[in-house]
């Protein structure tokens, strides 16, 4: 089960990691395939990877704040950058570990552009594209579609992606714009993979943060992401990893 989102009251002191345990922070939207990559990591039984989601805008206010995290797998390239210049992170640790797919979701329908372009609608559901690097590739999207002025008012917003993803699968909007990793069950017929020269792609960085002591299973970890078994797993999950 993912870990609860931590807000500004939170007591750091009571997430502290255990000697083999590595806190990981991770992009919402790449929760539940971390997860996945933590238990693959976590066999041998040497390290234990805890992981903690939310937006990647969020992850990294609270980095600076002092969140005791070990790792940061973000959904974008400038937050990580950020950390590196500003001395949260260890410089030359930086990498791409997956580019995101950007998706249209609309259950029930045949067809998902023509529904959005349609209108017969009340609410599309969006991460906040201020924080959410999937949220600010959907408003390229209607942008670059005519459509961000006509349905601005119909937005239902989401702290991130899962959120936009919970506000569809509830019923509360009836179409959104979600990862393609977490509609890859859906009918085909409901998921339009958003065409890439739509958007910025989203390339999303992982990057070691500066802990004193370091924490062996940190890098471990970061090390493991590179690797042929976690690229299996993370391409499995519809995203694209990059030649490295």
């Known amino acids: 089960m993912m870990t609860p989102f931590w807000t500004v009251a939170t007591l750091w002191v ?8 590595v806190l990981v922070a991770v992009a919402a939207n790449f929760a539940s395939t971390a997860e996945s990559l933590a238990e693959r990591f976590g066999h041998d039984g040497a390290c234990v990877v805890r992981i903690t989601s939310a937006s990647t805008g969020t992850l990294y206010a609270q980095i600076r704040n002092g969140a005791p995290f070990d790792v940061l797998m973000a959904a974008d390239t ?3 950058a950020l950390l590196e210049t500003e001395g949260w992170a260890v410089r030359g640790s930086r990498f791409t570990y997956a ?11 045949n067809d998902p552009v023509a529904f959005l372009r349609g209108g017969e609608y009340r609410h599309l559901a969006v991460a906040t594209p201020s924080t959410a690097p999937y949220g600010a590739a ?11 002025d006509a349905i601005s008012s119909r937005m239902a917003r989401g702290q991130n992606v899962i959120q936009a993803y919970q506000f569809v699968a509830s019923g509360n909007a009836e ?16 998921v339009w993979v958003v065409d890439a020269d739509l958007y910025e792609p989203i390339h999303q960085q992982a990057v070691l ?15 493991f992401l590179r690797t042929a078994p976690a690229t299996a797993i993370i391409e499995g999950r519809g995203y694209i990893v990059e030649a490295r």
């Open 14 to 21: 009571g997430l502290l990691a255990a000697p083999d345990e």
């Open 78 to 80: 400038l937050r990580p």
């Open 99 to 109: 580019v995101g797919r950007l998706a249209l979701w609309a259950p029930g329908t």
């Open 138 to 148: 959907a408003y390229q999207v209607l942008e670059r579609l005519s459509l961000l």
């Open 175 to 190: 179409l959104g714009f979600v990862s393609l990793a977490q509609v890859m069950d859906a009918p085909q017929r409901e």
């Open 209 to 223: 943060l500066r802990r004193v002591p370091a924490h062996p299973c940190a890098s471990a970890f970061v090390a």
